[in-house]
């Protein structure tokens, strides 16, 4: 087979089993993964092609594996097969180092189609959230200089929280200590003016990492 190295990404089962039979014939599956954690250290040992990648998945979020992957496997081609229409959401993909962005609603032709422009270096951006040609949504998320609101640990450690992690059991999984937890908790909290830790959850599920679902 020919066709490129493909892992997939999705906190959901049936999905993943689904996507492995639909890619098969054509691109070689090596792994299929139901969290951002396991995504990250599955593409750093098996250096796929391209990755098909929810958002909102547990432990590690999509945007967040991706900056990761990105940072340390430069020439890795994403794609982000997810429920968000929120084209604010699809320009942070970018920014993060996405070629593609498609909803999962999309036809099983548009992923295909998604695959050969990505696997060949190019964008594809699905129709469905923009009437802009891919590189004119390309070029105005790249462009976008708006600060980002968190630091790479306040969004692994809100991430976590919202997921109802305790912050004893956050400090384990990102092996540091319960003070340092709280401190981003309550630098965060502090930092938006939230008052209560449901206003913190909320913010989260607005800012794409985790699913209101």
Known sequence: ???????????????????RKLLE?????????TDGRALVEAALEL???????????????????AAQLKTRLPEIRLIFL???EDPDIAQEAVRRGALGYLLKKSA???LFAAI?????????????????PAMVFVSRAQHDQRAP??????????????????????AAILKVSGRTIAFHKYSMMERHGFRT???????AVRAGLVSSR
């Open 1 to 19: 087979m020919n066709g490129p190295r493909v892992i997939l990404a999705d906190d959901h089962a049936l999905l993943l089993d689904a996507l």
């Open 25 to 33: 014939p054509a691109c070689q599956v090596v792994a299929a993964v």
């Open 47 to 65: 250096k796929p092609d391209i990755i098909v990648a929810d958002i909102g998945m547990p432990h590690l979020n999509g945007l967040d594996a």
């Open 82 to 84: 997810t429920v968000s």
């Open 108 to 110: 099983s032709k548009e």
């Open 116 to 132: 050969r422009h990505v696997w060949a270096g190019r964008h594809y951006i699905t129709p469905l959230i923009t009437r802009d």
């Open 149 to 170: 609101g968190l630091t790479p640990r306040q969004r692994e450690v809100l991430q976590l929280l919202a997921e109802g992690r305790s912050m004893k059991e956050a």
């Open 197 to 203: 830790g449901a206003e913190l959850v909320q913010y």
